[in-house]
């Protein structure tokens, strides 16, 4: 399940938090927003982050969408839009508007919403966010009656990704795999336990599971941060700051070459000074890095990373010589 940590559960100090929580292992940073443009962070601040932050899944609580405001978000770097459905004026007119995102557009709703009433604006969105408590409102009582309109909303519309926010722990997160929800926002449960949140985020995710395959953190390798083999170092530098995982990966042909690595990097820098820049991506990458397949779970791949005493994070899965993607354990 994907996580999307609230950074606004924190109150104050929103930058650093977010730093915490890409290092936590959550997804996305998710952002509520206000008509009315309250409290210490401001929509013009979503500018403020950068690809050194997780990408951003923005909540608009406005009667209103305008194109400047789609024009902020498209110079910023949101992936997900949602707006909440029960403040629009004219939905049709907002979404309209919303069309003009880079990113997916979404509804929120609440509970209380005719389910009915979704099915005007099935061809502008491609989510539902149901808020299972009151919205906007950081540590509000989880409403048992979202459940209830998660089976209604995936039975009536099972093509459209469902996400949940409001109140949600560990227990909850469980369950919402049953409802067939694929991302859940938190944002006091995982703020209350920042000293723990590697934990906490791994308790979001998995619920308590055993003998998770790793096969469901599979990334294919449209998704990642991949060069060939001749790729020049100013390309391959490119590649590893626009991926976000710190490596890209060499591949030819389908065919794993070679990780290259910051580190990789700054020691081939360190050896060649001025000469730097002639190399190309397969006189840099490290050929004999760490791979694995998909037969392991999650638990047996933590050993094997143990047993090699390097502090590995983003593994690639290969079989039978193919590159089917990696697993980031970030």
Known sequence: MLISGSILAVKNGFFDYAKVLKQSGVDYLHIDLFGNDSGEFKFCDILRFDNSYLPL?????YPNIT???ITTLNSSTAHMLSLQYEALDDPITALETA?????NVGLAVTPSTAINDITTYLDFIQHL????????VS???FQTSSYNMLDLLYEKYPTLNLYADGGIESGIAKKMSAHKVKMVVSGSFLAKNAANIDSTVFALKYGGERDIPISRLLIKPFALPVVGAGAELFDVMDTI????LGVCFVADNGKLKG???DGDIRRAYLKLGRGFFDITASQVMNRDCFTTDLRLTLEELY???????RPITVIPVVNNGEFEGAISLR
Do not use: W, Y
């Not at 069309?99 to 990113?103: C, D, L, N, P, T």
């Not at 700051?241 to 976000?244: F, S, V, Y």
């Open 67 to 69: 194109e400047e405001m």
């Open 303 to 309: 050993q094997k990373i143990s047993d090699t005493g």
């Open 57 to 61: 899944d923005i909540h608009l609580i």
């Open 129 to 136: 966010l149901v808020m299972c408590s009151e919205p906007g």
């Open 241 to 244: 700051n626009r991926g976000r």
């Open 99 to 103: 069309r003009h995102f880079k990113g």
């Open 259 to 261: 990780v290259i690595s």
């Open 139 to 141: 540590g509000a009582k």
